[in-house]
Structures are given as structure tokens and as C-alpha cells.
């Protein structure tokens, strides 16, 4: 199973940009369906993006309103999340996950801190 890591958070100013991205180990992600999920104090965690095993579809919630980019890199193991446009009500935690199935298997990044200042 992959053991993922978020990096990329930091303080950033209203309408900044960040790239956050998740690096797996311990096996390769071509295999799983990768995403993100943020959860920032007093709401519970919400879904923000996600991509399919080859990168050829993504998703996204409502509220990125096309400011936010989901790639990834199968060779570099990578998955990336591309943040325009930020606003405050973007500070959150945010985490990485992978998840395949048959058999069923899914990874938590440990969480990166972004902090959007007005």
C-alpha cells in the first residue's frame, strides 16, 4: 500500500497562487484513483478534486469555480493540485488520498496547512 506526503502549504495573500502536491512511496499510483479532501476548524472535511487513474478526468467541488487544477504524473509518482484565485475561505488543511479497488485499498497524506491572508 502507498504511503503518500502532501507538501507545498504555506501562507500565501488573497488572490496568490500555491501548487500543493502529494508524493507517493512504496508503489507505484498508476493503479489508483487520487484526490483531494480539505477540512478546515468548525466544518467537516469536504471533497475538492479528483482524477482518474490515467489523468484523462477530474472532478471538482462546486466551490473551486475553475481556479483549482488536479494533475498528475504517473512516472513521477506525483499528483498535484494547482490553486489560482485564492480566497480566505480556502484556508484549510488539505489532504491527499489514493484509492483503487479489487482489492480495495486507500492511503491518507498526513495533511498540508494552507493559509489564505486577506
Known amino acids: 500500500q502507498v504511503q503518500l506526503v502532501e507538501s507545498g502549504g504555506g501562507v500565501v495573500q488573497a488572490g496568490g497562487s500555491l501548487r500543493l502536491s502529494c508524493t507517493a512511496s512504496?508503489?507505484?499510483?498508476?493503479?489508483?484513483?487520487m484526490g483531494w479532501f480539505r477540512q478546515s476548524p468548525g466544518k467537516e472535511r469536504e471533497f475538492v478534486a479528483r482524477?482518474?487513474?490515467?489523468?484523462?478526468?477530474?472532478d471538482y467541488a462546486a466551490f473551486v469555480l475553475g481556479r483549482f487544477t488536479i494533475s498528475r504524473d504517473n512516472a513521477k509518482n506525483t499528483m498535484y493540485l494547482q490553486m489560482n484565485s485564492l480566497k480566505p475561505e480556502d484556508t484549510a488543511v488539505y489532504y491527499c488520498?489514493?484509492?483503487?479497488?479489487?482489492?480495495?485499498?486507500?492511503?491518507w497524506g498526513q495533511g498540508t496547512q494552507v493559509t489564505v491572508s486577506s
Open positions: 512504496g508503489g507505484t499510483i498508476s493503479t489508483y484513483i
Open positions: 482524477i482518474t487513474r490515467d489523468g484523462d478526468s477530474a
Open positions: 488520498y489514493a484509492r483503487k479497488y479489487f482489492p480495495k485499498l486507500e492511503s
